[in-house]
């Protein structure tokens, strides 16, 4: 095959066929965002969710009358899904009550009410409801624990909304591939339908499908390129543009994922090459 | 080079072509006369295979109906030239180019094509327009190009459907002079026309499609 003279065509409608090319270009680069802006959306909310996880701590209030702290945070730390367990002593307490509230709670009380605690935290697979619910129990268990206290209603309330989340978005993701797909290689479809001419000159002079086939292909995987590109720029445009909306806090979550411009960059070519494909496949027939 | 062998052809339940016979041999001159829509180019379609033959079977060359596999297709074109009546030039590529297509479609060797396309533009008179555009270029001169296109590769044999159905007559004797040229060099021709006056100044056998069967006629010439 001659290689030179197939890429040449490949890229000469970017010269001869300009508004149908702009047109495939566009289309893919239009469906990317809409995909891209849908997938960013989708993995900041699940930062959000996880920051906001992150942010749930168990603490485990001791009695007056026990002293043996050490045996307590080895018996909290033994239980399965606990991940770091921190010591605050009656003094600590006082301290955060201090630094909180901006006065003494000795001169408030004239004695310090506050019992020494725990903090624990758990593992990322045991941020939920349930496992903190159980995780809860076994430490309330132990000889010595008063009361342990963590935000249940938040952790319940995260995983029932994050559950009919993942199921909306999945759906409007499946959706939004599907009709961008459709749009695209609907596009690429007509512009290659205003080809057909040289599609059926190359069939009467003896060129075989593959051969008439990779010009397309290559400029379809061309578009690809370049529509991600611009999809990529107006992504993030938009995520530049949106972060001086938002406050610190949200702002300091808000990221583009680092496979992000590799996976765009994929759908692109993926939405060009599908296209160009299934555009001339009609005509090879 | 060519044969038929009642060959029938049936679309949507019409008879196109009923049990036809014919036969050409290598270096002949042979013309088609038929009104229009009485299936000349539904046997023009059958010779490169475009269509396949209801019943029957058609050889070119060396390949068959009856055996042909769609990959097996274009390798037969390339031993065939073909001209239309719409001359079917990409309006996109200057004259040169729409020459040198049919080379580089058929993997020809960069370094040939150069010297082909020129030699081939030349038989037919139109190297001094090569970088000409269809639309630049007249009804006869479009013909001119499409047959350079055709015989660039050297075919074995040269189909021509209504060559000059768009063209006045002397454009139209023009081109029957060239095609007889090209005839001479020893390329075989089969022509189809409806234009009697220019089918009685060609060479060879003449045959008439009609009532959906061919036979061999004789005209006054």
Not at chain 1, 49 to 68: C, W
Not at chain 2, 35 to 58: A, Q
Not at chain 2, 85 to 105: G, I, R, S, W
Not at chain 2, 179 to 192: Q, S, Y
């Amino acid at each position: 095959m001659n290689l030179k003279y197939l890429i040449k065509e490949g890229f000469s409608g970017f010269q001869k066929a300009r508004f149908n090319v702009l047109a495939s270009i566009f289309s893919i680069a239009l469906a990317l965002i809409l995909i891209g802006g849908y997938f960013i959306i989708q993995t900041n909310i699940n930062n959000i969710v996880t920051m906001l996880r992150d942010k749930v701590e168990l603490e485990v209030f001791i009695n007056d009358a026990e002293t043996d702290y050490l045996k307590i945070e080895n018996l909290i730390s033994k239980i399965n899904g606990v991940n770091k367990v921190t010591f605050i002593s009656k003094n600590e307490a006082a301290n955060i009550f201090k630094n909180e509230f901006g006065e003494e709670i000795n001169s408030v009380l004239e004695f310090n009410p506050l019992p020494a605690s725990f903090r624990v935290s758990l593992k990322n697979d045991y941020k939920k409801s349930k496992s903190a619910s159980l995780i809860s129990s076994q430490i309330q268990l132990i000889q010595g624990v008063e009361k342990v206290i963590y935000r249940k209603k938040l952790l319940e309330y995260i995983d029932s909304r994050s559950k009919l989340l993942t199921t909306i978005s999945l759906g409007i993701g499946g959706i939004l591939l599907f009709v961008s797909f459709g749009f695209v290689v609907n596009t690429i479809r007509l512009a290659i339908s205003a080809k057909r001419k040289t599609i059926e000159t190359m069939k009467l002079v003896g060129a075989t499908n593959s051969f008439i086939r990779l010009p397309f292909i290559i400029e379809g995987i061309f578009q690809g390129i370049l529509g991600s590109t611009i999809a990529l720029g107006v992504i993030i445009l938009g995520l530049y543009l949106f972060s001086e909306f938002v406050t610190r806090e949200l702002k300091e979550i808000i990221f583009l994922p680092t496979s992000f411009i590799s996976i765009l960059y994929s759908l692109g070519i993926i939405l060009g090459w599908l296209g160009s494909f299934i555009g001339v496949r009609r005509f090879l027939k | 080079m060519i044969n038929l062998s009642n060959v029938s052809v049936v679309i949507e339940g019409n008879v196109i072509l009923d049990k036809i016979n014919f036969n050409l041999q290598p270096h002949q001159f042979v013309s088609l006369v038929g009104s229009t829509g009485s299936g000349k180019t539904t046997l023009f379609k059958l010779l490169y295979f475009d269509l396949l033959p209801t019943s029957g079977s058609v050889t070119v060359i060396n390949y068959s109906s009856s055996q042909i596999s769609q990959i097996m297709i274009p390798y037969l074109r390339r031993k065939l030239g073909i001209i239309f009546q719409d001359y079917k030039l990409l309006e996109d590529k200057t004259a040169y180019e729409n020459v040198a297509f049919a080379l580089y479609v058929t993997n020809s060797n960069n370094k040939s094509i150069q010297q082909k396309v020129m030699d081939a533009l030349t038989s037919v008179g139109l190297s001094h327009k090569r970088n000409y555009y269809p639309e630049q270029l007249s009804g006869g001169e479009q013909q001119r190009i499409a047959i350079a296109r055709a015989i660039v590769n050297e075919p074995f044999i040269l189909l021509a459907d209504e060559p000059t159905g768009n063209l006045d007559p002397q454009t139209s004797l023009d081109i029957l002079n060239l095609l007889k040229e090209i005839n001479k060099r020893g390329t075989a021709i089969f022509m189809a026309t409806h234009n009697y006056d220019l089918m009685k100044k060609a060479d060879g056998k003449i045959f008439q499609l009609k009532d959906k069967k061919l036979t061999e006629v004789q005209f006054k010439k």
